[in-house]
């Protein structure tokens, strides 16, 4: 038996043996007056349970909950005020009620929870308002799982289930990265290599779409009068175009490890693709949904992370077979069409197999670069641990980097 049960089985023996006694007390003067007026004090009593009943049976329909905020949006390390409000919609006074509040973190695990005990007039609310500071990325929910309310004693309670809450898209803070994407550390597609680069407004046909093809290669009314997407095909090559993988797979940690890991991968994903939009590169981030489906996006403002937040995989050092992490995304991205001349992976799972594959991609004449976020509290023994594990890349000629969450680690 468990202790959460054990507490529960004493509290319940524990309330039966008080009320054993409380009937045992009040039935003492019947016994000993042997008149009616000796059974004045357990009637009195009775009757006091069931108005107190009644009270509880009218209370409960009259409370009603409702939260100020339907969906918010944050960047991480924001602090989002979370304003609830309960109703007393009937003329008698909640002389006491306790409401259960909590905040879901976006693994889906209560990370804060609080008891609170309050009353509230008739015809009137009581407002809630607390402060939750959004320190990871992800979606987090909020708001009242349950409340109680008292009868007129303070004997009786009644539990009333309530899934009033707001939902919280905390959104990644985007930085242009600087000098990484540089051209010294770009190259050119192999099958670019020979044409003359344009804007990629003469096409000779079309094809199906594949998977990552740009946005902007679709050709938009032929597709309107087929059965799917339709590209052109262009040709011109495209210069410096690249993707960025970011690989949801880690190996096992505490939670709040997993969290700070996952703000790292995907800060520095987006900041990637933020540095590639500035400097007009062509470009596709490449990410694990819910699904564990493969999902190509080109994001470009917070309508776009809120949607990247809420699709993304969770990270996990527990996945399933056929799980599109780091290594199964390159490689189906080296079979579309249009892979991409550099491939940018970031990771907190680099093994051997995706070090490998990098180096597969090189001998293919594509550019492949590693981005690697440590766990955090990492000292520089780790550091140089990890740099030591990425010979083969060096030998290869393989850009490659450590970091504390988005920051870069010299080593």
Same mark, same amino acid.
């Given at each position: 038996?468990?202790?959460?049960?054990?507490?529960? !089985?004493?509290?319940?023996?524990?309330?039966?043996?008080?009320?054993?006694?409380?009937?045992?007390?009040?039935?003492?003067?019947?016994?000993?007056?042997?008149?009616?007026?000796?059974?004045?004090?357990?009637?009195?009593?009775?009757?006091?349970?069931?108005?107190?009943?009644?009270?509880?049976?009218?209370?409960?329909?009259?409370?009603?909950?409702?939260?100020?905020?339907?969906?918010? %949006?944050?960047?991480?390390?924001?602090?989002?005020? =979370?304003?609830? @409000?309960?109703? @007393?919609?009937?003329?008698?006074?909640?002389?006491?009620?306790?409401?259960?509040?909590?905040?879901?973190?976006?693994?889906?695990? /209560?990370?804060? !929870?609080?008891?609170?005990?309050?009353?509230?007039?008739?015809?009137?609310?009581?407002?809630?308002?607390?402060?939750?500071?959004?320190?990871?990325?992800?979606?987090?929910?909020?708001?009242?799982?349950?409340? %109680?309310?008292?009868?007129?004693?303070? =004997?009786?309670?009644?539990?009333?289930?309530?899934?009033?809450?707001?939902?919280?898209? =905390?959104?990644?803070?985007?930085?242009?990265?600087?000098?990484?994407?540089?051209?010294?550390?770009?190259?050119?597609?192999?099958?670019?290599?020979?044409?003359?680069?344009?804007?990629?407004?003469?096409?000779?046909? /079309?094809?199906?779409?594949?998977?990552?093809?740009?946005?902007?290669?679709? %050709?938009?009314?032929?597709?309107?009068?087929? @059965?799917?997407?339709?590209?052109?095909?262009?040709?011109?090559?495209?210069?410096?175009?690249?993707?960025?993988?970011?690989?949801?797979?880690? /190996?096992?940690?505490?939670?709040?490890?997993?969290?700070?890991?996952?703000?790292?991968?995907?800060?520095?994903?987006?900041?990637?693709?933020?540095?590639?939009?500035?400097?007009?590169?062509? %470009?596709?981030?490449?990410? +694990?949904? #819910?699904?564990?489906?493969?999902?190509?996006?080109?994001?470009?403002?917070?309508?776009?992370?809120?949607?990247?937040?809420?699709?993304?995989?969770?990270?996990?050092?527990?996945?399933?077979?056929?799980? +599109?992490?780091?290594?199964?995304?390159?490689?189906?991205?080296?079979?579309?069409?249009?892979?991409?001349?550099?491939?940018?992976? /970031?990771?907190?799972?680099?093994?051997?197999?995706?070090?490998?594959?990098?180096?597969?991609?090189?001998?293919?004449?594509? @550019?492949?670069?590693?981005? =690697?976020?440590? +766990?955090?509290?990492?000292?520089?023994?780790?550091?140089?641990?990890?740099?030591?594990?990425?010979?083969?890349?060096?030998?290869?000629?393989?850009?490659?980097?450590?970091?504390?969450?988005?920051? #870069?680690?010299?080593?």
């Amino acid at each position: 038996m468990t202790r959460q049960k054990l507490s529960r !089985f004493g509290k319940t023996a524990g309330r039966v043996a008080l009320a054993l006694l409380v009937t045992v007390f009040l039935l003492l003067p019947a016994i000993y007056t042997n008149s009616v007026f000796g059974y004045l004090p357990i009637l009195f009593t009775l009757f006091l349970l069931l108005a107190s009943g009644l009270y509880l049976y009218f209370m409960r329909k009259a409370i009603s909950i409702t939260a100020d905020h339907g969906l918010t %949006h944050a960047t991480r390390g924001e602090t989002v005020k =979370v304003d609830l @409000n309960i109703r @007393n919609n009937s003329f008698l006074v909640c002389t006491k009620a306790k409401a259960d509040i909590y905040v879901e973190d976006y693994l889906g695990s /209560v990370n804060s !929870f609080a008891e609170t005990i309050f009353s509230i007039d008739s015809k009137s609310n009581a407002d809630f308002g607390f402060d939750v500071a959004m320190d990871h990325i992800g979606v987090y929910k909020a708001g009242i799982r349950n409340m %109680h309310i008292f009868g007129l004693l303070g =004997v009786l309670s009644l539990n009333i289930p309530f899934e009033s809450e707001f939902e919280v898209v =905390v959104l990644p803070n985007v930085h242009e990265e600087e000098g990484d994407l540089s051209a010294e550390s770009l190259t050119e597609s192999a099958d670019a290599s020979s044409f003359v680069e344009n804007d990629g407004s003469d096409y000779t046909g /079309v094809r199906d779409y594949a998977f990552g093809d740009p946005m902007k290669r679709i %050709h938009w009314k032929l597709s309107a009068h087929s @059965n799917g997407y339709m590209t052109k095909i262009t040709e011109t090559g495209r210069k410096s175009d690249m993707a960025v993988i970011l690989d949801m797979k880690a /190996v096992k940690q505490s939670t709040e490890e997993l969290l700070t890991l996952a703000d790292g991968i995907v800060e520095t994903g987006v900041s990637l693709i933020k540095s590639a939009q500035n400097q007009d590169i062509e %470009h596709v981030l490449l990410y +694990p949904d #819910r699904d564990c489906q493969i999902v190509a996006a080109q994001p470009r403002n917070d309508s776009d992370y809120a949607e990247l937040v809420r699709r993304l995989h969770p990270i996990s050092f527990q996945t399933r077979d056929g799980f +599109p992490d780091a290594v199964n995304i390159v490689r189906q991205e080296g079979q579309a069409a249009n892979k991409a001349a550099n491939v940018l992976v /970031v990771t907190s799972n680099p093994d051997s197999t995706l070090l490998d594959t990098l180096v597969e991609i090189k001998n293919q004449q594509r @550019n492949p670069m590693l981005y =690697v976020i440590l +766990p955090p509290g990492s000292n520089a023994d780790d550091r140089k641990k990890a740099a030591a594990g990425f010979g083969s890349l060096e030998d290869s000629g393989i850009y490659f980097e450590l970091r504390a969450g988005r920051e #870069r680690i010299e080593f």
